[in-house]
């Protein structure tokens, strides 16, 4: 089984800073993208950013110079760090990664979600 486990989330003032973690875990070979997504109510959900395994970046413009991922391959582990938030950056944050894992004899790939943390911003 593959779980990705996600914390950081929480309120802060328009401004402000977080930080969010999520580390995967399970019976994982190798990790390809491992990104953020988004999901403010009544709207859909959105990619806020993504980083494949060599490092590349995909940033939403809403977030570009605000926001950074990083990706810790070791620890199987990627940040999201999230500068001058404004309120319109409410939502579920959730974790996804696009992975390969062991499935008895084989290996197989498979795209999987953290549960999801709420980020309010708010003053």
């Known amino acids: 089984q593959v779980q990705l486990s996600e914390s950081g989330g929480g309120l802060v003032q328009p401004g402000g800073s977080l930080r969010l973690s999520c580390a995967a875990s399970?019976?994982?070979?190798?990790?390809?993208?491992m990104g953020w997504y988004r999901q403010a109510p009544g709207k859909q959900r959105e990619l806020v950013v993504a980083i494949t395994s060599g490092g590349s970046t995909n940033y939403a413009d809403s977030v570009k110079g605000r926001f950074t991922i990083s990706r810790d391959n070791a620890k199987k582990t990627v940040y999201l760090q999230m500068n001058s938030l404004k309120p319109e950056d409410t939502a579920v944050y959730y974790c996804?990664?696009?992975?390969?894992?062991?499935?008895?004899?084989?290996?197989?790939?498979?795209?999987?979600w953290g549960q999801g943390t709420q980020v309010t911003v708010s003053s």
């Open positions: 996804n990664a696009d992975l390969i894992y062991y499935s008895g004899n084989y290996r197989k790939r498979g795209d999987y």
């Open positions: 399970g019976s994982i070979f190798s990790i390809n993208a």
